[in-house]
């Protein structure tokens, strides 16, 4: 089922956004060679804590996960791209870091990603995060109200495509709301012009990610993090939109 939210509730989801998009920029602020990701998972912890959120991940047990998760971030380090398990890892040179997270504040959920380059960038690397950065905008310009859900996919995927980086139709965006992942389902490809009708109130997370050589993945003995196939790099760019009567409100992006 899809919720149609009103104006005030799209405000209290921006209130959520914006507690994310800061954190998120907090976090990837520290992320350099020498860091542990614990240091980050902590961080995240504490600011939870302050500001009174709760954590949309701790406990989350998803068909697609081992046991309830126990942590408040997801980091993902080089091969690895989505649901990275914070482990004690110590951060170095040229490595490429996904940090995801997803909170809720009275009762409103906001989920937002993004990848960040640690130390000495290498150009293949530049390349591939700007790739997903790029997509996301492509996804929002094509979020406008009478819209279909395919425009954005076609969008995300027209990015990948011009690339030249293969796509992953297993994992994509999500509705969101009073939880993380409701429907619908955001494909990172598809076709334009089908599939539901954006309607002003609808509120969607949209997040491209991939590498630059393999769309397959596999999960990682610890039972959570997912990597690739190749042992190719990836890139994750999230955040979280409502279609409004005057295009997309992106409420996880902060200045
Ligand atoms: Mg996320
Ligand atoms: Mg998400």
Redesign the pocket.
């Known amino acids: 089922m899809i919720e149609l939210k009103t104006p005030q509730e799209i405000e209290k989801m921006a209130v959520t956004g914006r507690f994310v998009g800061e954190t998120l920029a907090e976090l990837a602020e520290l992320a350099r060679p020498g860091l542990n990701l614990m240091d980050l998972e902590q961080r995240a912890r504490r600011r939870i804590k302050e500001r009174g959120a709760v954590s949309c991940y701790w406990d989350y047990a998803p068909s697609f996960g081992r046991g309830p998760f126990r942590n408040v971030i ?1 980091l993902s380090v080089n091969d690895a791209v989505l649901h990275g398990l914070p482990h004690k890892y110590t951060l170095r040179d040229s490595d490429v870091l996904t940090l ?3 909170v809720s504040i009275d009762g409103w959920v906001a ?3 993004r990848t960040v380059i640690v130390g000495t960038p290498r150009p293949e690397d530049v390349r591939l995060v700007e790739s997903t950065g790029v997509a996301l905008e492509a996804g929002i310009a094509a979020a406008v109200a009478g819209a279909k859900l395919g425009d954005i996919s076609a969008a995300i995927q027209a990015v990948a495509t011009e690339y030249g980086y293969p796509v992953n139709m297993q994992f994509g965006g999500h509705g969101l709301g009073h939880t993380m992942h409701e429907d619908p389902h955001v494909a990172n490809a598809g076709r334009a012009g089908r599939g539901l009708v954006l309607r002003p109130g609808l509120t969607l ?1 949209l ?1 491209p990610w991939w590498s630059a050589t393999s769309n397959e993945i596999f999960t990682d003995p610890d039972g959570w993090t997912l990597r690739f196939q190749d042992g190719s790099r990836g890139s994750h760019s ?1 955040h979280t939109i409502a279609i409004t009567e005057d295009g997309a409100r992106v409420l996880t992006r902060v200045d």
């Open positions: 997801c995801d997270f997803a989920d937002s990603a997370a997040e999230e």
